[in-house]
């Protein structure tokens, strides 16, 4: 890998890209020495343990498959869209991002220039006025489709129909198109409802073999290419000692769309093992296309969803006396709970691969996991996320 760097005229405003400046095998390095010292306290007490070496991108740009703008007013009847600067809520145009997909970034302003077009206003986030408040536009790694969601403060646009025809006339890429409502003074780009006005409300996407639909307010990893390395890992680990002819119960927490559990069923029944994934999400949409996931990949025999929270669905079956073979978790940002973490050591799987997307919180929930009678045996990284600080990890736990 050689030490070329990118350029990109709107990074320094933007942000987004904190490293971008930084040869990126250096940036590799740097997330490396971070995890080490971050892990140390695991790796200085297990001999032999070891970070894998991260798993970087052969080519670390247009990694990005999901893209969002911000709209407001602007003079003349003019709709600003781009990116916040940095620090602010001021927007700054941008007509291309080096990270994205290069079909995302037309599509949204084409969305400002329609409604241009169309006089439908732009949300003032001062005043709570006007219309139009965001778009968010989602292509798939593998494949020709793309989703775009129109976020409306109000139950629908202006000239709705005419709206949507014109814009599909200028962004043919666009196959689908769903109306998300927030009428929430909010930070938060989607509010509660959403509904299709064009196409059939998901696209699909595929990882590992598997074929997955995505919806307007479906949590799907940005970066699909580095998402198979991450699942690759946790499913290598789930299988490596699981004979043919075996069957295992693996508990998906946190599952979204099934596809780490769908992933990882595939993989087994690949192998000749018979794994019963049941995963658990709260949301209700999550679950309904996590079934129709399962469905369309001829697993809804192996994968069973429930829509619940996870401390709560957890915390019930440990006092049902539930067991499970294998524990994989994908939390939020925020980590686990400790009442789902006391579930997991009351169920006692005897092995637990936890999947995260910041190592802080990672490191404080595998201390809970530890002292409550569990090994980290091997740590995983993959860059996710290149030219910033961010990296998702994989640490593989057994009972000690």
């Not at 709206?163 to 198109?177: C, S, Y």
């Not at 539930?322 to 980590?335: E, K, L, N, S």
Request: glycine content about 8%; hydrophobic content about 40%; charged content about 20%.
């Amino acid at each position: 890998m050689g030490y070329r760097t990118y350029t990109c005229p709107t990074a320094r405003s933007c942000g987004g890209c904190e490293w971008l400046q930084v040869p990126y095998p250096i940036q590799l390095k740097r997330k490396q020495a971070g995890l080490d010292e971050l892990y140390a306290p695991f790796l200085e007490a297990t001999p032999g343990l070891a970070f894998s070496p991260i798993l970087g991108m052969d080519e670390p740009i247009h990694y990005r498959h999901k893209a969002a703008t911000p709209f407001a007013p602007a003079p003349h009847g003019r709709i600003r869209s781009g990116f916040y600067a940095k620090g602010t809520h001021r927007i700054m145009s941008c007509s291309e991002c080096l990270v994205e997909d290069p079909r995302c970034r037309p599509i949204l302003t084409s969305v400002a220039r329609t409604a241009e077009h169309m006089r439908i206003a732009a949300y003032n986030e001062d005043r709570g006025s006007g219309i139009l408040r965001h778009a968010v536009v989602r292509c798939a790694w593998k494949g020709d489709e793309v989703l775009l969601t129109l976020v409306a403060n109000g139950e629908q646009l202006p000239h709705e129909r005419a709206f949507i025809e014109r814009l599909i006339d200028f962004t043919p890429d666009v196959t689908t198109v769903a109306l998300n409502i927030n009428m929430k003074k909010t930070n938060a780009i989607l509010g509660p409802r959403t509904r299709t006005l064009f196409g059939s409300g998901t696209i699909h996407d595929e990882l590992l073999g598997c074929r997955f639909r995505i919806g307007p307010a479906s949590f799907y990893q940005t970066n699909p290419e580095q998402t198979e390395k991450l699942y690759q890992i946790a499913i290598d680990a789930a299988l490596e000692d699981a004979p043919e002819g075996s069957s295992m119960k693996v508990l998906d927490a946190y599952c979204g769309l099934g596809t780490i559990g769908i992933c990882l069923a595939h993989a087994a029944q690949g192998k000749g093992v018979a794994a019963e994934v049941t995963g658990v999400e709260k949301g209700a949409e999550a679950i309904r296309l996590a079934k129709l996931n399962a469905s369309d990949n001829h697993l809804e025999e192996a994968c069973r969803f429930v829509c619940d929270d996870a401390t709560s669905y957890i915390s019930a079956l440990a006092r049902q006396g539930h067991q499970f073979d294998i524990v994989v978790m994908d939390p939020p940002r925020a980590g686990s709970t400790p009442e789902f973490l006391a579930s997991v050591l009351a169920f006692k799987p005897r092995k637990v691969i936890y999947i995260s997307c910041n190592p802080k919180t990672q490191v404080r929930d595998l201390e809970t996991l530890i002292k409550g009678g569990y090994r980290v045996a091997s740590l995983h990284a993959v860059d996710m996320f290149p030219h910033t600080k961010h990296v998702e990890t994989v640490a593989v736990l057994m009972r000690a």
